[in-house]
């Protein structure tokens, strides 16, 4: 018996998902996993918890979990369906990965999906729970997948020892085939319950010019075009990321300001600071105050470490945080931004990291005689459902992470998002009436949109999902039954490199010749828990692991955030448009070879290779401020040196995060290693690089000449070289690890480093 409130009553039933009730809960009685499908706002978040609730599901001790890709969503639901329900936090709660509100009373409980695989490796049968609900599944988050497949087989399980549970996974698209027809997944496949959408019509606007950089500005004209001239109704901007978002909603501030009688809007402002943005502020005034501003650990969110996409759950960066908020300008100068006082615009900020009781703002009717305006990332998609939107802003871009297939490393970067996604956006605007969408990129942009968004599983490297997934303990990942898997020969490299690296045990050695069988179920090692735990793909985050050896984490860090960046040197030879460029060139080499002999030191550094070209830049750079000056008249990318030094404090972080004894920190004044930390330095490139393995080919080998000067790999037949702008290119050493090859006029090895034939195993 639940005790709604008249107004919740009335609003329930307008909701398309209450007509299905009776078809969900005969499902759900009949099935032990059903799929439910239906447009954002229908209230299937809301209600679906609160149909089982009713059903009696939460009763006998046994609870009715909810699990969300996003914190925000997980948060913020809890607290709309304890209100609906008239129930206490304590009975419907949330839990995030550091806070929740969850008590033994708990009968509802929202979380995210990183949170329930945490619990998976408590509790591998849930006994806690009666039901799941896997929420916007069609996000495809990595976590969202593998609960999915691991879910198939606990349902089952529990029904097999006499404790059922009921599996029900709900998605705002009808793309459901890959949970649906997937044998491996279910046998049975479970039946698909759509809920009518009750949408208004939307018209489509597009651009004639795609903004290639300044999409901000533009979103910016278009809603002050759109509020100025077009009649009444929410306007909903989407943009990519935290700092833009906070951004537009100044711009718009200036723009129309608005004052009730006791809230002035830098006050509103104010109250709308999280405390992220009091970091931001804070760090944006130590920019002006000091111009080469000391590396603030921080100001630096980590790279998610074991989270899939944007702001999930087990990581600390998300999509409204990629790091770069300090590059944002201030453009409270602008001429056109003068004050139109006459039109009130109630402007509200709506992202991921954003306090509760500010995100709560967007749901609540604007003040009387205002235009609500929420400024918002990807959240608003299907995430959360705003009331009262007419027109939507899209700048069709979506921030994402990525990972580098070659250097391993994962960012977040701006790109055009999938034309599901934008029709997603687009709907946005027609919940309560008729409405528009502003697109702010033309039609044949639109056009070249991909249709969906890709399952994160297949843009991930694997082995960096296979060590995560053992240190879930799931053994043998390639019986998995993922939604969409990763190919077989990728799980299967990655196991093998796994296994080398040490964070997997061996395989016991079976089989006639006594060769290690590809077991593909090794289990993890504590050393591969703690990798497991580092922001980097595997080789790179066992090189932290061993740093610890001689004071060297400092020179470890540096490194690996240095070869994690693609090229930290220009490319100056580029072909020059005038012989006054072309002179210019000339001398810039120069210095730039010039500079790569110095930072290559000498004697035992100069065995470090490249390597130690590296960190030699980096350390140069550190120490004169890492301006764009020192990089230009260096030869280094000065975007390259930025990222290193971002990448460096957040290293650091996750090392302290797992060795605190340690406590290393980022040093802008770092002396070079001595000739004991070089040699260390050398092992513990060899320990992460140990398959990059080359040799020199021996003069009496020297059958083919293609072969002078050439290296073997175990697993190139041809040859191998040193690029001659290497550290080692004359020293020519008989033992090599590299980073990778490259092909380009030869095969070329990049980020080359002397080994010692004693120390190969
Ligand atoms: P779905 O999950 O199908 O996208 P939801 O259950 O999230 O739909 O939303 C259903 C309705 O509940 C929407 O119209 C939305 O505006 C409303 N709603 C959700 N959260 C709140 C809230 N915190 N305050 C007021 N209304 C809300
Ligand atoms: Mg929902």
Redesign the pocket.
């Known amino acids: 018996p639940v005790d709604r409130s008249p107004e919740i009553q009335e609003a329930r039933l307008k909701?398309p998902?209450l007509a299905e009730e009776q078809v969900i809960m005969e499902a759900v009685r009949e099935n032990p996993g059903i799929v439910i499908c239906?447009?954002?706002?229908?209230?299937?978040?809301?209600?679906v918890p609160q149909f089982l609730y009713e059903a009696g599901y939460a009763s006998d001790g046994q609870i009715i979990g909810i699990t969300e890709p996003r914190r925000v969503a997980a948060v913020?639901?809890s607290?709309?369906v304890a209100k609906e329900m008239n129930l206490p936090p304590q009975v419907v709660s949330y839990q995030i990965r550091y806070e929740g509100n969850v008590t033994s009373d708990t009968k509802i409980k929202f979380m995210t999906d990183g949170v329930l695989l945490k619990e998976i490796q408590k509790d591998f049968l849930l006994r806690r729970y009666r039901v799941i609900i896997i929420d916007e599944a069609h996000e495809r988050s990595v976590y969202t997948d593998i609960l999915i497949g691991l879910l198939s087989r606990i349902v089952p399980l529990r029904n097999k020892k006499g404790m059922p549970m009921k599996l029900l996974i709900m998605s705002?698209t009808l793309r459901v085939e890959d949970f649906t027809d997937n044998q491996r997944l279910f046998r049975t496949p479970p039946p698909v319950i759509k809920v009518d959408s009750r949408q208004f019509p939307v018209t489509i606007h597009f651009n004639k010019r795609t903004p290639m950089e300044d999409y901000t500005g533009e979103a910016f004209h278009k809603t002050c075009k759109i509020h100025r001239m077009l009649p009444p109704g929410g306007i909903l901007v989407f943009l990519t990321g935290q700092a833009e978002v906070h951004n537009l909603c100044r711009r718009l501030r200036n723009a129309f300001p608005f004052r009730k009688n006791n809230t002035t809007a830098a006050e509103d402002e104010d109250a709308d600071t999280s405390e992220a943005m009091r970091k931001f502020k804070k760090a944006k005034q130590k920019k002006k105050a000091v111009s080469l501003p000391r590396i603030d650990l921080d100001n630096y969110s980590a790279l998610p470490v074991d989270e899939g996409d944007e702001d999930r759950e087990a990581g600390i960066g998300d999509e409204e945080d990629g790091g770069s908020d300090l590059d944002i300008g201030d453009d409270l100068a602008d001429s056109e931004e003068k004050a139109d006082p006459s039109i009130p615009l109630y402007v509200l900020p709506l992202y991921s990291l954003l306090a509760p009781e500010q995100q709560?703002k967007v749901?609540r009717p604007p003040p009387p005689g205002t235009r609500l305006c929420v400024v918002a990332t990807n959240v608003a998609e299907?995430s959360?459902?705003?009331?009262g939107i007419k027109y939507v802003v899209d700048c069709g871009r979506v921030k994402k992470r990525f990972y580098d297939r070659v250097t391993g490393v994962s960012s977040f970067k701006v790109t055009w998002t999938s034309q599901a996604s934008a029709n997603q956006r687009a709907g946005r605007a027609g919940?309560t009436e008729p409405g528009h969408c502003y697109r702010l990129y033309s039609s044949a942009v639109f056009g070249d949109f991909s249709l969906f968004s890709e399952a994160e599983i297949t843009r991930r490297p694997v082995e960096d999902l296979v060590l995560q997934m053992k240190d879930l303990n799931i053994d043998k990942v390639v019986n998995f039954p993922f939604p969409t898997p990763p190919s077989t020969e990728a799980l299967v490299a990655a196991e093998q490199l796994l296994v080398s690296l040490g964070a997997l045990e061996e395989p016991p050695r079976t089989g006639r010749n006594g060769y290690a069988q590809a077991s593909l179920s090794c289990p993890i090692t504590p050393l591969g828990r703690a990798m497991a735990s580092f922001p980097v793909t595997p080789r790179y985050a066992k090189m932290l692991a061993l740093g610890k050896q001689q004071d060297c984490l400092p020179y470890v860090i540096a490194v690996v955030a240095a070869m994690t960046v693609r090229e930290i040197f220009e490319d100056l030879d580029r072909p020059a448009r005038s012989e006054e460029e072309s002179t210019k060139l000339t001398q810039r080499r120069a210095r730039m070879t010039q500079m790569r002999r110095l930072w290559a030191g000498q004697g035992a550094a100069l065995q470090l290779g490249d390597l130690m070209v590296l960190l030699g830049a980096v350390g140069a750079c550190e120490f004169a401020g890492c301006t764009p000056k020192f990089c230009e008249d260096n030869g280094l990318r000065y975007k390259a040196m930025v990222e290193i030094r971002k990448l460096r404090g957040q290293l650091t972080n996750a090392v302290n995060a797992v060795c605190p004894e340690v406590g290393v920190f980022v040093d802008p004044k770092m002396t070079p290693p001595t000739e004991h930390q070089v040699v260390c330095l050398r092992q513990i490139v060899l320990a992460g690089l140990g398959d990059h393995l080359a040799r020199r080919v021996q003069a009496e080998d020297l059958l083919d000449p293609k072969w002078k000067n050439g290296y073997k790999t175990p697993l190139m037949d041809d040859p191998v070289f040193i690029h001659p702008n290497s550290a080692l290119f004359k020293t020519l050493p008989e033992f090599v690890v590299y980073q990778e090859v490259m092909e380009t006029t030869k095969m070329y090895m990049r980020g080359v480093s002397a080994v010692e034939a004693e120390w190969i195993p």
Do not use: D, N
């Open positions: 909701l998902v239906g447009e954002t706002g229908s209230g299937k978040t809301t209600q913020s639901m607290h709309r705002a709560a749901f299907t959360l459902t705003i009331p919940r």
